[in-house]
């Protein structure tokens, strides 16, 4: 590899028109494939396959109108609506119900109207049905007077027809013809009072059995009533008012023309005395990938490249090389979301990780040119053979960096590996950039990337003293400096104990957004559970019966059962399918979407799930945006111990490959370990905790972003092998060639330090900028990205293990003989080639070298060379 990059940067630095021609014409196809094919980016999150996917799949199929995103849109009125501010929003919303995938849009004032109402309705049902019982019952005894009247009546005419009977033989035919008439006209009469009593107590029972009917109606809905009680969509003071919006179903996020047609619309309120707030499923402004504050991260990177490189012209190349490598790697990531579904913060970490790496990755090139130019090489060999020694290098780092963060696709998450995959694209432009168009502007720049050095020519220097130094202390105090990285990082780590996982929600956007401003009005006027409802679907073993009694039944024997789970506030029905075989329910949990008690409400209502259902005879599932997240969370957390498994023994491999020795690969890999820990406690102490919460602009602390343990575990391992690689690789080559393994420990640290310090402040400064970003989800990242890399480098990589490797002496080095034949050779920074040339200082001889003793035994091939600001050339 090392002879292959120095051919390709002798080739790069012969041709450096046809380098740079070839570069401009990438960043041209992608930047015009990202103006052509980009599509709006997403703060949702899915999991295809998902148990909260596959109830939104059933809920689509039998209710397509509910199974549609939803949003709320918060009006307010400092002194209350008055009516021609009600006429305002209404005609407002029903323009929004007019849009095209808006599916519905609620009425606050008219739903509010109804609420209250039903309580009048419900009293004045029962007053009804009071008094249709009393008339009922005089009914009843009015049929019982008279039946008793109908009765007497039979016994006087049974007692004529006696007494005819008796006398008929004694009395004149007139007057037994007469009596007859006057006995047949009373049984007449009575008969017809029969029919009439029958018919009344027809009535009557008829009257008892829709009085029945009616209370049985009335107690189901003072049942249902009692479901939603406390519901509201006008505040008790009347200044606020929320409306509730159904979209069409189409995937994770809204279609952004539809939320921007209703914005457009809800301006038309300005000047009315009604203010408007979207929530963030409506707004998720993700217009911008990168803000103002992060520029600062971009300064202080500047800053220390003028110090550490003495030019402008010099420090400006890394910069030049890392915002090419971001408009690559960024802008074809862009392209791809036209075929790929994106989270916004896809983009942002291929942004945050290509400054980073892209700068890095052409100091080390550029730092080891300008000391091969002072000490007297011809400038095309120079440029070759930093290509080729500290090229090869980046080359190994870089490929350990993207082989982590491609290694997120084993965690089975579509986002998570599209995000890998884009950041590690981005990754791969980064060392792409720096061992191709980093020597073609060497070449063109010439003796000038030397800055104020420029025509210094050869000067020589004693090498570092190995008493002096950081390394120096360290290793006088090996325990001390052990101890106290421990307790460091100790105390770092320790809130991670403490982490709690989620993902965004309103609470989290910036608290002068419109989105914060929806998310808090609501949960200060309507409860936190508004913002974030859980949606149950029943799905019924038989379809419920045809009737209007039969199916507020089954709603409310349902919406009861659900409604006693712990943790739920309210459960309103909100559809039936029009088979009548799916029901769906809107459950308000007691919290807001990423409180613990609405966590604990989904796993209630999973433990419930089968007792409800067996009892109403139904299957139930639940979905919906909080419940989505819920699971997202959790599955990420599973996912984390195997993609920790990966790492861990990915990086026990190279570095085994690397460093040819069994302990230094187990203690890089240990303190890769405590970087994670510490980088996992900040976070969680500032945005858990809410530790600093005014300097970091933490206005609601909670959980943890749930896909940044993983995101954090890969990135810093590769960053972590970078420090590694460039500083205890130059430990090795000195002991390699004969110095101690106390002194090749000092010696190997002063000969990279510098460079690497440099590069970590400047990692450091662009992950910090990113700290205040203009998305909210990024901000924790960049938190962790920068705490994780300022231990990684300055605690772990250049304290613990200097100290560890001192204390362990010659046994840090050992290898099996049989494992050492075996272990390919990887020569990372190209000892064999500068061997090859004849520049080995080791034993060229080389004139123009003044030797040490000490400092020759110390040399090492491949190493980076002293940094091109100090007078005179090492002797290694």
């Not at 007139?174 to 009439?196: F, H, I, R, S, W």
Request: glycine share 12%; aromatic share 6%; charged share 15%.
């Amino acid at each position: 590899m090392a002879s292959f990059l120095h051919q390709l940067g002798r080739w790069c630095a012969n041709h450096p028109w046809r380098t740079i021609v070839a570069w401009v014409l990438i960043i041209a196809a992608a930047g015009g494939a990202a103006a052509t094919l980009m599509k709006p980016l997403s703060n949702e999150f899915s999991i295809p396959g998902s148990r909260f996917e596959q109830v939104l799949g059933d809920l689509e199929e039998a209710l397509p109108a509910a199974a549609g995103a939803s949003g709320t849109v918060v009006f307010t009125s400092e002194g209350g609506f008055t009516d021609q501010e009600q006429a305002a929003v209404v005609e407002l919303i029903t323009q929004w119900q007019a849009i095209d995938g808006v599916t519905a849009a609620t009425d606050p004032f008219e739903t509010q109207a109804q609420l209250d109402g039903s309580a009048d309705q419900i009293a004045e049902g029962r007053e009804g049905l009071q008094q249709g019982r009393t008339d009922l019952e005089a009914g009843w005894e009015e049929l019982r007077t008279g039946q008793q009247e109908i009765d007497n009546g039979w016994e006087q005419y049974e007692g004529g027809v006696a007494a005819l009977e008796e006398n008929r033989d004694a009395l004149p035919p007139e007057m037994v013809a007469d009596a007859e008439a006057q006995l047949a006209e009373a049984k007449t009469q009575l008969e017809a009072g029969q029919v009439e009593l029958d018919a009344g107590r027809e009535e009557l029972e008829q009257g008892a059995a829709e009085l029945t009917a009616g209370e049985q109606e009335l107690a189901l809905g003072e049942r249902l009533a009692a479901l939603s009680s406390g519901m509201q969509f006008v505040s008790d003071d009347g200044t606020v008012a929320l409306s509730q919006l159904q979209f069409e179903f189409g995937g994770a996020s809204l279609d952004p023309a539809v939320t921007a047609e209703l914005q457009e619309l809800g301006g038309q309120l300005e000047g009315t005395g009604v203010d408007i707030e979207y929530s963030q499923a409506i707004v998720q402004d993700i217009s911008s990938v990168v803000g103002a504050t992060e520029a600062i991260g971009i300064a202080v990177a500047a800053v220390v490249l003028l110090v550490m490189l003495g030019g402008l012209l010099a420090a400006g190349l890394p910069l030049l090389m890392a915002m090419v490598g971001v408009g690559v790697g960024v802008g074809g990531a862009m392209a791809l979301t036209q075929f790929v579904d994106m989270n916004s913060a896809t983009p942002a970490l291929a942004l945050m990780l290509g400054l980073a790496v892209g700068i890095d990755y052409s100091l080390f090139l550029i730092n080891r040119h300008r000391t091969q130019l002072l000490q007297g090489m011809e400038l095309k060999a120079s440029i070759a053979l930093a290509t080729g020694t500290s090229g090869n290098a980046v080359v190994f780092a870089g490929l350990t960096v993207f082989i982590a963060l491609a290694a997120l696709v084993v965690t089975g998450i579509p986002f998570l590996g599209v995000m890998g995959l884009v950041a590690a694209g981005t990754v791969l432009v980064a060392v792409l950039l720096a061992i191709t168009l980093t020597p073609a502007l060497l070449s063109l720049m010439g003796t000038r990337i030397l800055g104020r050095r420029r025509g210094a020519g050869k000067r020589t220097q004693v090498a570092p003293s190995d008493d002096r130094g950081w390394a120096a202390w360290v290793q006088k105090r090996p325990w001390l400096a052990v101890l106290g990285v421990l307790v460091v990082v100790g105390a770092l780590a320790f809130p991670a104990l403490d982490i709690r996982l989620g993902l965004p929600d309103g609470s989290s956007e910036p608290e002068d957004s419109t989105a914060y401003a929806a998310y808090d009005l609501t949960r200060e006027h309507f409860g936190a559970g508004s913002n974030g409802p859980i949606i149950a679907v029943a799905t019924m073993d038989e379809p419920v019966e045809d009737t209007e009694q039969a199916l507020m039944t089954a709603q409310v024997d349902l919406g009861e059962d659900l409604s006693h789970v712990p943790g739920a506030e309210n459960v309103v029905p909100i559809g039936i399918s029009d088979d009548r075989s799916t029901l769906v329910f809107q459950i308000v949990p007691e919290g807001g979407p990423a409180d613990e008690v609405t966590v604990d409400l989904v796993h209630n209502l999973d433990s419930s799930a089968g007792q409800i259902g067996e009892a109403n005879g139904a299957e139930l599932g639940f979905t919906g945006q909080t419940v989505a997240n819920i699971d997202i969370s959790e599955q990420l957390g599973d996912a984390l111990p195997l993609y920790l498994l990966v790492v861990v023994g990915l990086s026990l491999v190279l570095l085994l490959l690397v460093f040819r020795s069994l302990l230094v690969p187990l203690l890089a890999t240990g303190g890769f370990l405590l970087s994670v820990a510490a980088a996992f406690g900040a976070v969680v102490a500032v945005y858990q905790w809410g530790f600093g919460s005014a300097f970091f602009g933490v206005h609601e602390p909670g959980p943890i972003l749930s896909f940044l343990p993983i995101l954090l575990i890969g990135v810093l391992f590769g960053l972590a092998m970078d420090y590694q690689v460039f500083l205890v690789s130059a430990m090795r080559e000195a002991h390699v060639h004969g110095e101690s393994a106390a002194r090749a420990v000092v010696s190997g640290f002063n000969h990279s330090a510098r460079v690497v310090t440099a590069a970590a402040i400047i990692m450091i400064s662009v992950f910090g900028g990113f700290v205040f970003a203009h998305l909210a989800m990024v901000r924790p990242i960049g938190l962790g990205l920068a705490i994780g890399v300022l231990i990684d480098a300055f605690l772990v990589r250049m304290t613990l293990t200097p100290a560890v490797l001192s204390l362990m002496g010659e046994k840090a080095w050992y290898l099996p003989r049989w494992l050492d034949r075996i272990l390919p050779e990887m020569d990372v920074e190209g000892a064999k080639l500068e061997r090859s040339l004849g520049v080995d200082t080791y034993d060229d001889g080389d004139p123009d070298v003044t030797p040490d003793a000490d400092a020759t035994e110390s040399a090492r091939p491949g190493a980076d060379w002293p940094d091109a600001d100090q007078e005179t050339v090492s002797t290694r």
